[in-house]
Structure formats: structure tokens, C-alpha cells
């Protein structure tokens, strides 16, 4: 097994992340059937079907490949839209195939399977109906905190910040605290409400994939808003995420700037489809309070680099794919089709499916795609397109 650590320098770093006392960070790649020595596995930044997911990523896409643009185009004006620049993106919106169990069970059985207990917290985007409901049923309530993905609006971009751990008591109440700083984007009580929360015993603060520029204002008017959140920020930040689905530059530059501020790295599978989390954390603890001190107060991590971390990412995303666009006869809560779990708000605000939207019949260009894209989750072509892209290392 091959063994590589990440241990920060003391000193005066160059760039412009600031700088902060000594951690470690040790990574590790696992190799099937070797002994991890480790009680517990630890799954990170997970989603469920209670996670609403942008489709900004479309028009970014569209604009670069002008099939899919003309089709666009012509849809939209036909709906009285001015072609690409015309949809409302914001109103559309995407939601993860999972449930909350199923996707703990995704996770957990990865994790036993190496022969850990497992500790699973998942991180809808700024909901937790997902981990409030399973930390109420007896044999996951020491298995499953109540954690979220927080959108933490900052100048003209934004962040996402795992939460995890909230107190079972009043994860509600503090969730609603939250959620209302975000929406007031009152950047002074954004940031009180972080100091409060990282003083509750037992919670984790991550900056999750710190470097992508999701809001799409530019590389680096994104890395000056980040550098500044961290020069805000830094004291109540435990943790910086390697995501195990973002690209290999972003998570370098994690890497590098967990190394200058002295913040420990910890695994985000950032899972979204039916594929388990491709990077975990190992530890001897026995509840997530007791990792979290780990991370929090001896600014140790371990992280554990399954083998499909280091395929393609142009296969990965396409398999992910796959798995959102498959039909889902036992979705939890009956969208079956993949256009059952895809919505828009119309101009009265009223939330619509796209099935609906277009009675049951997609245009030709969505199916094709749609066939397209399960044909490649089949497994023969599967192999065959992982064999020709390759492997791809992230580190």
C-alpha cells in the first residue's frame, strides 16, 4: 500500500492564504484485501433526494458545444424565451436519486466491506430532513449526525460549508438560525453564527471544494472572495475538503492552501448518484464527536483513496450520470422517471416536474441524450469507454 502525507510548514507562506500552526494530514491509498488497522470509516459530504441540484451547468455546457445550444435555442423560443440567455437556469433544479436510507446503506456497506464500523454523515444542500429522520430510528442514531451542506453567501459569489454534527436537541432550531443568515446575507451575523456553531461540542466545520468556482464569476475573482472568507473565517474553519469528485487542480490547490493555513485536510466524496464515496477518513473513534476532536483539536486526518478515486473523471461523471438518469421503480417517493426528479418553478413560483411539463413525451434530443448516456452505464461499454480514457490521478 502506498502511504503519502501532506504535513503543513510553520513559517511565513507566500500567496495569499494566511497562515496557521502545524497539522497532519496523512493520505492513503487503499489497496484491495490490505488491513487498514483502523476501527472506524468515515463518509463525508453525501446526498440524498431531499438536495436540490442547479443546472447552470447546462448553458455552461450548451455554450460550448453548439448542437446543444441550437436545440436549446429552439426550444426556448418556442416557448417565448430568447433562446439560451432567456431561460430562467436559477428556476431549474435536479434532485439525487437516492433516499436517506438507501443512501446510508451506499455508503455504510462500502465501509463495512473494509471491515470498519461506519459513521456516515450526509449533507444535503441546505436541508437536514435527511439525517434528522435517520438519527431518530435506534440502530443509526450513533451512526448518523445531523449535517448539512450550508450555501454561505460571501460578496458575489458563495461557499459551501459542511456542517456537521448538529446537536440532536435543537439541530432544527440552530438549522433555522442558519438558513436565515444565509438568506438575510448579512455577512457579520454569517459569521457569528459560525462562531457559535464551532463553540457547540462535538460539531465539524468544513469549507467544502474550496476552489470551485460554482457561482461561475471567474478563477480568480473567486480565489480573492476565497481568500478573504479565510482571512475572516480561518478561526472557526476546522477543516478543508479533498473532494472526491472535484479535478485534480482544484484539490492540489486544497491541498497547498490546508498545507499554508495549517487546516487539516478530510475526505468529501461529494456523492450525488448511486456510486459510494470514492475518498474516505479513517480513525479509531468511536462516535463522530469523537472525530471531530480529532480533526478539530489535534488537527489530525487520515484519508483513505479508494481505487475507482483514481479513474477518468470524464468517466466518473458520466456513470454518475447514468445513475441519476436511470428509472427508479423503488425511488422513496415515487418519481420513477428521470424527468420525474428534474423541476422548474414557473412565473407563479409553482413547482413543476418536467415530465409534467412536457406531458409525458421529451423532446427527441433529451431521449437521444438520455439513451446515450445508459447505454454507456451498461457494463461491456462501461469497460470499454474506462479502458480508453485511462486512469487519472488527483493528487
Known sequence: MRRRSLVAATGTPG?????????KTVIRIHSPGASLARRTGVSLHGHTLHSREGMLFIRRIAESFPPLRSAIDLAARRRGCAGISGVAWDRVYWTPPLAPRQAYEVEANQILGLGLDPLVSLTDHDDISAPAALSALPDLSERVPISVEWTFPFGETFFHLGVHNLPAGNA??????????????????????????RSLDGTLLVLNHPYWDEKGIGQSRHESALYALLGEALPWLDALELNGFRPAGENRAAAECARRTGLPLVSGGDRHGIEPSSCLNLTDAASFAEFAAEVRHEKRSEILLMPHYFHHRAFRVIQHIAGILRDDPDHGLGWRRWDDRMFFRDKRGVVRSLREFWNGRP???????????RLMGHEPVRQAVRAALGEEGSL
Do not use: Q
Not at 432544527?172 to 457559535?196: I, Y
Not at 427527441?364 to 439513451?371: D, E, K, R, W
Open 15 to 23: 500567496g495569499a492564504c494566511p497562515s496557521m500552526p502545524l497539522h
Open 172 to 197: 432544527k432550531r440552530e438549522w433555522n438560525r442558519l438558513a436565515a443568515a444565509a438568506r438575510s446575507g448579512d455577512r457579520r451575523l454569517l459569521l457569528s453564527l459560525l462562531r457559535e456553531i
Open 363 to 373: 423532446p427527441a434530443l433529451a431521449s437521444a441524450f438520455v439513451g446515450v448516456v
